[in-house]
């Protein structure tokens, strides 16, 4: 009767493997194509698919980290408050025609078959070229954002510096100023700190011309 069912939910979209396990008699049922309107099963014990599938589609870093995750206790424990669970792991080989050949994704979506919550079903699919879509775009968001930052860097550097070089000569140029009215009353002095003063008033424009440039 669940085959039927499975069928309505299935047809027409890219699921690359389905999986029945009936947990009363704890028997995986794994697709073997689907024709039409047609789902034909065969069926195997669920512990012995669970490693044969671990060994031959998972990476192996992947694999003990998934066992964990597929246990029936897990998963009834995950739907106990949601529809559908969804798992994501790397699998044991590459895309050849991607480029940079990069490893395979997929995907599996967990859920029961109907209310009687006593057949889970698993759909498994490739999300290899999504994850590489999104991870390219994470990739340039970090590179805009590092050249972000170094801008922000040399924008503060180039502050600093400036802020440094502008004070200089307004520094001299108060100084000059105090000494010239001190010296007022000698003209060869009072000159000479005219000169400086003009000097770096000059010098100051300059720099504030350079900024503006």
């Known amino acids: 009767v669940y085959y039927q069912k499975l069928v309505e939910q299935i047809l027409n979209k890219n699921y690359e493997r389905v999986l029945c396990l009936d947990l009363q008699s704890h028997k995986l049922y794994r697709q073997k194509d689907l024709q039409g309107a047609n789902l034909n099963f065969e069926d195997e014990d669920a512990e012995a698919a669970l490693d044969k599938g671990l060994s031959l589609n998972m990476a192996p870093e992947e694999r003990e980290k998934m066992r964990r995750l597929l246990q029936v206790p897990h998963l009834q424990e995950e739907l106990r408050d949601k529809d559908v669970y969804t798992l994501y ?91 010239a009215m001190a010296d007022a ?23 504030i011309n350079d900024v503006l440039d």
Not at 130 to 140: I, L
Not at 185 to 207: M, N, P, Q, T, W
Request: proline fraction near 3%; glycine fraction near 4%; charge should be negative.
């Open 89 to 179: 792991f790397k699998g044991a080989d590459r895309v050849e025609n991607l480029p940079g050949k990069p490893e395979r994704r997929r995907k599996v979506d967990v859920y029961y078959l109907d209310e009687h919550r006593d057949v889970l079903v698993l759909l498994q699919s490739d999300v290899t070229e999504v994850y590489e879509e999104e991870r390219q775009q994470r990739e340039r968001l970090a590179a805009a954002v590092t050249a972000a930052e170094k801008a922000n860097e040399a924008k503060s550097e180039f502050v600093s510096r400036i802020s440094h070089d502008i004070r200089t000569p307004i520094g001299i140029i108060n100084n000059m100023t105090d000494f």
């Open 185 to 207: 009353d000698d003209k060869e002095k009072l000159c000479h700190d005219l000169e400086r003063i003009k000097s770096s008033g000059a010098f100051l424009l300059s720099l």
